[in-house]
């Protein structure tokens, strides 16, 4: 018999949350469990619940490591040489809105997880908000509004929204939203 090498806590953690992450991908995530997720890693429940004493613990860390991730997307996009365009492209080109859909539901089942996304959210709304300051004039105010963050609110909603039709097959006015955002992301950034 091939003795198991021992994994760094890095490593076991990552492949915790690559097996949640699968989990939550192919089965949704009311069926998330601690021992659900140990199987999928190939790994004792005990050593993940060494980690994560609670599968909201687990929940709470592999979602606070998604929101790190994408907030280091969204610093690199404003850095790019056309912000509103890197932002946009970052939030509409993911594959699918089902694993985000799936961890918006956990925020309903798990107040602690719900913090989490309103203040990951409230951040990324900020950060948009921020790189719109000043660029809204009455020719760039293609959602009728020169708000900062009302345009943040509706900029981040459609991408959402696309995103999430995408993953469940809803295409009916998609193309049509994506041809007013990308407009209005033109009068934008030429006024920039």
Known sequence: MQKRRRLRPEQSKALIFEAAERLIASQGAASLTVRGIAAEAGMNPSLVRYYYESTEDLLIAFFRQMAEEHSRKVEEA????????????????????????????????????????????????????????????????CFGTNSPSGAA????????????????????????????????????????
């Open 78 to 141: 404003l850095c790019a040489p056309h912000p509103l365009r890197a932002l946009w492209n970052l939030h509409t080109r993911a594959p699918s809105g089902l694993l985000t859909m799936e961890i918006m539901s956990l925020g309903h089942r798990y107040e602690s997880i719900r913090e989490e996304l309103v203040r990951h959210m409230d951040a990324v709304r900020k950060h948009v908000s921020r790189a719109l300051q000043d660029k809204l004039s009455g020719e760039a105010s």
């Open 153 to 192: 609110f509706i900029f981040l909603a459609t991408a959402a929204a696309l995103i999430a039709d995408r993953g469940i097959g809803i295409h009916s006015g998609n193309a049509q939203a994506e041809e007013i955002v990308e407009c209005w992301l033109d009068k934008v950034e030429s006024a920039m």
